[in-house]
């Protein structure tokens, strides 16, 4: 599949890659260039991958505290919040960030590989409401510009009144004289913007934020450096540390569970229920230059005790940084550990996530 800027990014030299099924720009110039764009100044990144799945009606607010673990119906119009779709056991099928539009109409962003299946349960699950449940992701384009100066960026483009717009926070408006849901939003452990626009303005709305951010340093993105400024803010990646198989709990992020809420969702009675997790989420950092990597073996002295969930050599901290799943009576910080990193063990410490945060 190919996204409505895919000719863009094929006259901006972009290399591709296949990632859950689109052929995604992984990267423009440089992996390194990219990535401290959005650290210094600014990046442009397509989103359209996502998946945007919108419900309306009376009952939309109660459909959605049912079939996420979070409590929807909280949330003001105007703002946002991070969640998740667990499964009967507890598992996650998907973390999501779920935006209020107004009293009776809700935007539910998916990851591109857990779009079609957060849908199909969307609809299962909203059986029963007074709620509609539409599939907006073929029509809908995302773009965010990420980074320090990206307020300056979308400030030159749009009338919105971005001191007003809080982290988490969106509000409709126009740029270039194209509609847009603008959010402050995103994944890279900067303040940025994600803009929600129909599919067939996405490439004049590109062009109008490079136009605009040719001052501020903006550069276009892929999703290679995407993966290193997440990893550096400690943002879990479904698949990597999330899975069907691991509760929000093991993850570290039991915040987005509320039992405080009224009336059943799924996943409720497994999650109440559930033991402590037999491994946690927790950073490690190591030296020189060799990184460990998904997959890769943790060890304390001979005994293997965990594996590394994502890993980079960050270019920011300039040393080896990773997240892997260990037991509990591992994961305090300071503990020694070891990464097998193609058959040699090199010493890795745990550390507090995220391993990097903006001033």
Known sequence: MKTPLHDVHSGLGASFTDFAGWDMPVRYSSDLAEHRAVREAAGLFDLSHMGEIELSGPQAADALDYALTGKLSAVSVGR????MMCNERGGVVDDLVVYRLADERYLVVANAGNAAEVSAELVRRAEGFD???????????????QGPTSASV??????????????YASVPTTVGGREVLLARTGYTGEDGFELFVDAADAADVWGVLTEAGASHGIVPCGL???????LEAGMPLYG????????????NLGRVVRFDKEGDFVGRDALEKQPEPERVLVGLTGAGRRAPR???????????????TSGALSPTLGHPIAMAYVPASCSEPGTTLSADIRGRLEPVEVVALPFYQRR
């Open 131 to 145: 709620t509609t449940v539409t599939d907006r992701s073929a029509e809908t384009a995302l773009i965010a510009v």
């Open 80 to 83: 946002a919040r991070y969640t």
């Open 154 to 167: 979308v400030g030159a483009v749009s009338d919105a009144d971005l001191s007003a717009l809080k982290y």
């Open 240 to 251: 990597n540390e999330l899975s069907a198989d691991r509760s929000p709990f093991a993850a």
């Open 224 to 230: 290679a450096c995407r993966d290193t400024l997440r």
């Open 294 to 308: 998904h997959g890769y073996r943790v060890l304390q002295g001979d005994d293997e005790v965990g594996e590394i």
